[in-house]
């Protein structure tokens, strides 16, 4: 049907038409028809279409146009089209009760929702589930499951869900599995896995996963830094950097000045090595069903490589 005719059903009280006239205005760009679009998306919505439930969910709770933001309001189109199996609407029903948001805290809830839309193949719920397994969200702390549901959400190279491999990389290099027993993270963490997914992700611009991977490969050349390894934590460092990550343009600054074209003047005694503690300015604090980066491990680690030396040195000598 032409928008002629699509406007004539709509009129006659088809749903159909009138949530496919309220799509067409509110894409058509114009800021004059977006109450008008708005007007047949609410008929179509109020008589069940989950399209349009949908889309009002989407404009109480992201865009604030045509009507007033409003997360509980959005909540409520998003249960209705939820209900009605929209695998998008289940989605963000599961990330509001997660987070708290237009509602109390409810990982159950969270769970419950975000299961559907993963069973679905929606890839942002099988991360966001996976995520649930991971710190015990909802549902018993598993690891396998959490992998499970990560891997389902990533695998796809270029298509899959860039956080997803973000978050694998963060897995197999152990920076999330605190909690978890030694004998769990160890059957886990591997480093070339860790390689592999924040390679994915930072190939395609996730300034975190840039930084977690020139950090790898910083780490990796600690006692001796093949040329390689040095050429790659640097490129990867700088992305970062370039990307607005301060702690990657501080250790730049002060690993490799020459790098950046700087030089470092530096102090007897001092330190060359990047100090890991805190978090930087430049990462958001973490909502209840995301995972961040943590330094603590690495930090560990530049402690521990010295006394490790110096043991296998006496047992060497």
Known sequence: MNKEEIAAAAAKGDINAQCELGLSLLNSGEATEVEEAYKWLHLAA???????QLELGNAYFYYGKGVQQNSAEALKWFLMAAEQGNADAQNNAGSMY???????????EAVRW?????????????NSLGLCYLHGNGVQKDISKALEWLLESAERPLTGYIEAQYNLGLCYSGTCLQGYTNEQAESVINEESAIKWFSLAAGRGHTDAQFELGSIYLTKGFFYQSENEKEEAIKWLKMAAANGHTRAAKILSSRFPTATGEQTPQVEGQSHHPKTHGKSSNTEAPSKLTIQSTDSRRSCLYLLIPLIAIFAYSLLF
């Not at 109020?46 to 349009?52: L, M, S, T």
């Open 46 to 52: 109020e008589k069940g279409h989950p399209e349009a």
């Open 98 to 108: 997660g987070k708290g948001v237009g509602v109390s805290v409810d990982y159950k």
């Open 114 to 126: 975000l299961k559907l839309a993963a069973a679905q193949g929606h890839s942002i719920a099988q």
